[in-house]
């Protein structure tokens, strides 16, 4: 053990790199993360490596955890972005039916109004980190709802269906499909012009699609029939709608879930339609349909820390040391080809955050993501290119993972910070989407009213196809004119940072640990440039965490510092 070590800026007796330090490591810190790695261990003795110094005897028992065989993972399925159809559920059809008992022939209308269709609700909900399952589903549909039954009997409500997705989902509309903003814009354009160009009378009130005969009726009593003028109606829960188009911004957690399709309002039976004149009306109205919703899912925040590092710095066994993950590890570049998230639990799984983040805020855990191995000129897509850089976009923290066994840290660091700036700078100079000043497209407050706002910067169009409105805030159908703007996010430089500086068992890595320490020091105090070359960059509290993955030493640490840096 003579061989110089990086100072692992612990207590004084943790400088001297040995046995008794792994196991002062080992006993419970004042944050004790608890690293749930320990509840899988092999002793598989092909999981060691021989040829490594942590392979003797007195070696920590979950080593095997740290430093599997390379074909020891699981996969994790990762999706950040998807495109989803929804329909709610149709209402089911109004009953014509009447009364019949011994002694009453002709008996007064009893049919059943139809059960309203099913809703599509959304909720956010902590423990999910991916779209993935929704990105499955690809078409999702609420039940419609039953029809109206005689003796007055009502029609079962559609199911609802629960979209359930990871808190820092953003919801964009894209496209919509209103049958009752349809009919109603309908009706308006048959009360200015009656018949079209045609000659062809554009309301007609025999109308299949919205009247039921009575079953033992004729078809030609369509034409004989007369049928009321009927509007269209919605659910009183409608007005529970967010307005349209659609832009939910989910970054908390919610504790009920929000509606975001009402379904179609169920038929009416024939009872309604009684009058004066019309005792026995042979007729009952059709539920309306439901609306067809095209959504945009996007995680806008895929973990809380986000590891930064070159390929085979020791992200994954990073990751590994301190969660539950099992990423997989492999001494080659790429061993990581999507992200892997893993949470680091911080108050022993008893609700009671031991320590509370810098804001006050409680916190029982956070989540640290295990992003793909970032190589020179990534930003031009070399590599696994933007996919992975988009990801650390999405990440609260950033934690460059250096490599001190590798070359000048200092030199990694202002490589990954390179990368990072001109993926920024790519990403603030992107074209706005071809929308503009072409008639008939407006712009439109994803958070305001969905009527258009002149004043507003022009950052996102919809195509509106109809030019009327229902007047009651809701939009029309209408398809976006190509595909959405990327989300807007915080720029890189501003978020909290720190460097896990790993390896730190191998030899020679003190004078470079020293080196980025010092470097760090002066970006905090500001004598040198920021290494993302802004003048604004977050620098309130750099620093450097020394541990060595593979042994699980120091990252108990890495906790604590992330708790100080949570909002
Ligand atoms: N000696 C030593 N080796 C380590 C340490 N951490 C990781 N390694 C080794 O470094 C190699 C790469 O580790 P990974 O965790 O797969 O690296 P990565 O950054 O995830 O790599 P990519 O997925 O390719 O980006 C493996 O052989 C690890 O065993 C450490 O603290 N000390
Ligand atoms: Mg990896």
């Given at each position: 053990?003579?061989?110089?070590r990086a100072?692992l800026n612990l207590?004084?007796?943790s400088?001297?790199f040995n046995r008794a330090w792994i196991c002062s490591t080992r006993s419970?810190s004042?944050?004790?993360?608890?690293i749930?790695?320990?509840?899988?261990?092999?002793?598989?003795?092909?999981?060691?490596?021989?040829?490594?110094?942590t392979?003797?005897?007195?070696q920590p028992?979950d080593l095997?955890?740290l430093?599997?065989?390379?074909?020891?993972?699981?996969?994790?399925?990762?999706?950040?972005?998807?495109?989803?159809?929804?329909?709610?559920?149709?209402?089911?059809?109004?009953?014509?039916?009447?009364?019949?008992?011994?002694?009453?022939?002709?008996?007064?209308?009893?049919?059943?109004?139809?059960?309203?269709?099913?809703?599509?609700?959304?909720?956010?909900?902590?423990?999910?980190?991916?779209?993935?399952?929704?990105?499955?589903?690809?078409?999702?549909?609420?039940?419609?709802?039953?029809?109206?039954?005689?003796?007055?009997?009502?029609?079962?409500?559609?199911?609802?269906?629960?979209?359930?997705?990871?808190?820092?989902?953003?919801?964009?509309?894209?496209?919509?499909?209103?049958?009752?903003?349809?009919?109603?814009?309908?009706?308006?354009?048959?009360?200015?012009?009656?018949?079209?160009?045609?000659?062809?009378?554009?309301?007609?009130?025999?109308?299949?699609?919205?009247?039921?005969?009575?079953?033992?009726?004729?078809?030609?009593?369509?034409?004989?029939?007369?049928?009321?003028?009927?509007?269209?109606?919605?659910?009183?829960?409608?007005?529970?709608?967010?307005?349209?188009?659609?832009?939910?911004?989910?970054?908390?957690?919610?504790?009920?879930?929000?509606?975001?399709?009402?379904?179609?309002?169920?038929?009416?039976?024939?009872?309604?339609?009684?009058?004066?004149?019309?005792?026995?009306?042979?007729?009952?109205?059709?539920?309306?349909?439901?609306?067809?919703?095209?959504?945009?899912?996007?995680?806008?925040?895929?973990?809380?820390?986000?590891?930064?590092?070159?390929?085979?710095?020791?992200?994954?066994t990073l990751?590994?040391s301190?969660?539950?993950?099992?990423?997989?590890?492999?001494?080659?570049?790429?061993?990581?080809?999507?992200?892997?998230?893993?949470?680091?639990?911080?108050?022993?799984?008893?609700?009671?955050?031991?320590?509370?983040?810098?804001?006050?805020?409680?916190?029982?855990?956070?989540?640290?993501?295990?992003?793909?191995?970032?190589?020179?000129?990534?930003?031009?897509?070399?590599?696994?290119?933007?996919?992975?850089?988009?990801?650390?976009?999405?990440?609260?923290?950033?934690?460059?993972?250096?490599?001190?066994?590798?070359?000048?840290?200092?030199?990694?660091?202002?490589?990954?910070?390179?990368?990072?700036?001109?993926?920024?700078?790519?990403?603030?100079?992107?074209?706005?989407?071809?929308?503009?000043?072409?008639?008939?497209?407006?712009?439109?407050?994803?958070?305001?009213?969905?009527?258009?706002?002149?004043?507003?910067?022009?950052?996102?169009?919809?195509?509106?196809?109809?030019?009327?409105?229902?007047?009651?805030?809701?939009?029309?159908?209408?398809?976006?004119?190509?595909?959405?703007?990327?989300?807007?996010?915080?720029?890189?430089?501003?978020?909290?940072?720190?460097?896990v500086a790993t390896k730190a068992d191998l030899?020679?890595?003190?004078?470079?640990?020293?080196?980025?320490?010092?470097?760090?020091?002066?970006?905090?105090?500001?004598?040198?440039?920021?290494?993302?070359?802004?003048?604004?960059?977050?620098?309130?509290?750099?620093?450097?965490v020394p541990v060595s993955a593979i042994n699980g030493q120091g990252v108990s640490r890495i906790?604590?510092?992330?708790?100080?840096?949570?909002?």
């Amino acid at each position: 053990m003579a061989h110089p070590r990086a100072c692992l800026n612990l207590p004084m007796r943790s400088l001297l790199f040995n046995r008794a330090w792994i196991c002062s490591t080992r006993s419970p810190s004042t944050i004790s993360a608890t690293i749930l790695s320990r509840r899988w261990q092999s002793t598989t003795p092909s999981n060691v490596r021989p040829d490594d110094e942590t392979s003797s005897p007195d070696q920590p028992s979950d080593l095997s955890y740290l430093n599997p065989d390379p074909e020891d993972y699981s996969r994790f399925i990762f999706q950040d972005k998807c495109h989803v159809t929804v329909h709610a559920g149709a209402g089911g059809n109004g009953c014509v039916s009447y009364l019949r008992e011994k002694f009453i022939e002709e008996g007064p209308p009893n049919g059943g109004d139809g059960g309203s269709g099913g809703g599509i609700y959304i909720q956010a909900v902590e423990g999910l980190t991916s779209l993935h399952k929704l990105a499955r589903r690809g078409i999702i549909k609420a039940s419609r709802g039953r029809n109206g039954q005689g003796k007055s009997k009502g029609g079962k409500r559609g199911d609802d269906v629960l979209l359930q997705v990871p808190v820092g989902t953003v919801v964009r509309e894209v496209e919509r499909y209103d049958p009752v903003a349809e009919e109603i814009a309908r009706m308006r354009r048959a009360k200015v012009e009656p018949v079209d160009e045609d000659g062809i009378e554009l309301f007609t009130p025999v109308r299949h699609d919205r009247w039921m005969l009575h079953p033992g009726a004729n078809p030609s009593d369509f034409l004989t029939v007369k049928f009321p003028r009927l509007k269209p109606r919605r659910q009183a829960i409608a007005a529970m709608e967010p307005k349209a188009p659609i832009y939910l911004d989910l970054d908390q957690p919610m504790d009920k879930p929000m509606l975001l399709a009402a379904g179609g309002a169920g038929g009416l039976g024939n009872p309604h339609f009684v009058t004066r004149s019309m005792g026995r009306p042979k007729f009952a109205s059709r539920g309306e349909g439901g609306m067809k919703l095209e959504l945009d899912f996007e995680l806008k925040l895929l973990a809380d820390v986000g590891l930064v590092g070159k390929p085979n710095a020791g992200k994954s066994t990073l990751l590994r040391s301190l969660t539950n993950s099992r990423t997989r590890i492999g001494n080659w570049e790429f061993t990581t080809l999507s992200p892997h998230i893993g949470t680091v639990i911080v108050d022993h799984n008893r609700g009671r955050p031991l320590v509370e983040s810098q804001r006050k805020t409680r916190r029982s855990h956070f989540t640290i993501a295990d992003i793909p191995g970032l190589v020179e000129d990534a930003h031009l897509d070399r590599g696994l290119g933007l996919g992975f850089l988009r990801h650390i976009d999405r990440a609260g923290i950033l934690a460059f993972v250096l490599d001190l066994s590798n070359g000048d840290p200092v030199e990694e660091l202002q490589k990954l910070w390179h990368e990072l700036g001109e993926y920024e700078r790519l990403r603030s100079t992107e074209p706005e989407p071809a929308a503009k000043e072409k008639p008939g497209v407006i712009d439109w407050d994803p958070s305001g009213s969905g009527l258009p706002d002149l004043d507003r910067p022009r950052n996102r169009a919809i195509e509106i196809e109809t030019p009327d409105n229902e007047g009651s805030g809701q939009a029309l159908n209408y398809r976006s004119s190509g595909s959405l703007p990327p989300l807007a996010m915080p720029p890189l430089h501003t978020k909290p940072w720190f460097v896990v500086a790993t390896k730190a068992d191998l030899e020679n890595t003190q004078e470079q640990y020293q080196a980025l320490q010092e470097y760090l020091s002066a970006v905090e105090k500001g004598t040198v440039e920021h290494p993302s070359g802004h003048a604004d960059g977050w620098k309130e509290k750099v620093s450097a965490v020394p541990v060595s993955a593979i042994n699980g030493q120091g990252v108990s640490r890495i906790p604590k510092l992330v708790m100080q840096y949570l909002a």
